[in-house]
């Protein structure tokens, strides 16, 4: 145990400089920090995001419906860089008074929609995929959509703040939240153990939503933390993070609005179903490539 002789003041005030990887845009107030219009492209659906697991949630999305057929799932991915705070002009908290991403725009409807659960809610019932009709099993569906999106802070914005991001190693949170996320994946792993997919037989919104954080994780691809949770262990969440990685749709949404990785694997923006072959960063030329 670290020691520390901190002790909170009467009154918190607010130090934006306290080191944090994430110091630069976090503030304790909400709304607009400046005036900008957000870009519009041609499709139905317009999405402001980057490419981080709320983000690859929502691109995984529109990629499956375009794979299952649903031309009306057209979108334009616009990439909203929130290390510069591009998540606080006027037109994206308009569109999300949270200042976060992932955002949809449905021009269809005009309706915007926040939160990345209520993303997939909507494009599900939308579109009639990925949530069965059956009430039983649309529940069970559901239990793991809200188990996920309560679940997951504590990973990214616990575990994975404290162990790679906070500016000093401390103890105490990476303690506490470590032992909180391989709970959360005993409880994946359990799950998983008896069905294939989180709510059973079908691959639902639960996977979707559950496979860019949890997935990525025990694949290795978070946080550099693959040995020190011994993810290998947890061999059923394995089995259906390998199973899921592996559908074409996932592939495309993953690297939708990423600006981290391989280049191949960044597609910064996208427009048009050729993106994928002709715009990934590796295939821009490096005056061009942003
Ligand atoms: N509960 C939200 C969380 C969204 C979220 O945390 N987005 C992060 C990136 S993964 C963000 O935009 N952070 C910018 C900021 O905090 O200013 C959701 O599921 O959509």
Redesign the pocket.
Known sequence: MSASNYQPPRVWTWDADNGGEWAS?NRPIAGPTHEATLPRGKHPLQIYS?G????QKVTIMTEELLAAGESGAEYDAHLIR?GEGE?FSSGFVELNPN????VLLDTDTGSRVF???AILLYLAEKFGHFLPKDTAARTEALNWLFWL?GSAPYLGGGFGHFYAYAPEKFEYPINRFTMEVKRQLDVLDRQLAGHRYLGGDAYTIADIATWPWYGNLVLGEAYDAGEFLQVESYKNVRRWAKEILARPAVQRGRIVNRTRGELSEQLHERHDASDFELKTQDKLAPETAD
């Open positions: 845009i980057l981080t697991p709320n983000g929130i998540q200042s976060k991403i992932p939160e990345s659960g999106q």
